[in-house]
């Protein structure tokens, strides 16, 4: 018997097409959804693995950070004065003195007021970081007592009598107006 070799003929359907079309956003989500409905039930091995991972999670977070430090701990704890006394008032303002003297030696503060100075406006941010620390330049003067505050007299202008001018006073004034002529 001879041996005929089986060919492959076109089928009933013809041949099979291919489309090149992309998957959109919604196919995409579609087929997702499906994959997920056809699970059922928990992972594979889940009652436990997932206790330990926890377990161990749980204790890295209640690790003390300090725990092998080598930072010396201090044997003897100092007193500190009261707040009200007249040495905590002298601690104060030795750290108020210390606080402006760094102030006045800001160098980024120093620049923007150099910028100020010439002219040059400011961002909104930069502006109210400026404002903000020369307010706090201005407290920890007035708390030390170097504040001295210009006492000039502010004459206020006093309420003009509001009186209705009438059309008449309003031509005269149009009238006179001189008008430069180039």
């Known amino acids: 018997m001879t041996r005929k070799k089986k060919a492959r003929k076109v089928g009933s359907e013809g041949p099979a097409q291919y489309s090149d079309r992309s998957l959109s956003h919604n196919d995409i989500a579609a087929l997702a959804a ?3 409905n056809k699970r059922k039930g928990l992972k594979a091995g889940s009652r436990h693995s997932d206790g330990t991972v926890e ?3 749980i204790a890295q977070q209640k690790r003390d950070p300090r725990l ?3 930072t010396a701990v201090p044997l003897v704890v100092e007193q500190k004065p009261h707040p009200k006394s007249a040495a905590g008032k002298k601690v104060r303002r030795v ?3 210390k606080e402006l003297e760094m102030l006045e030696n800001d160098a980024q503060l120093n620049v923007l007021i150099d ?3 010439n002219g040059e406006k400011l961002g909104s941010g930069l502006q109210s970081y400026v404002d903000e620390k020369l307010d706090r330049i201005e407290v920890l003067m007035n708390q030390l007592g170097l504040f001295e505050e210009d006492e000039e007299p502010v004459e ?3 309420p003009k009598k509001s009186k209705r001018r009438g059309d008449d006073d309003l031509l ?5 107006v001189k008008f430069d002529q180039e």
């Open 68 to 70: 092998g430090s080598k």
């Open 95 to 97: 750290s108020a003195e």
């Open 55 to 57: 377990q161990q999670r």
């Open 34 to 36: 499906k994959r997920k």
């Open 115 to 117: 910028r100020i100075e």
């Open 156 to 158: 206020t202008e006093a």
């Open 172 to 176: 005269a004034e149009f009238e006179n």
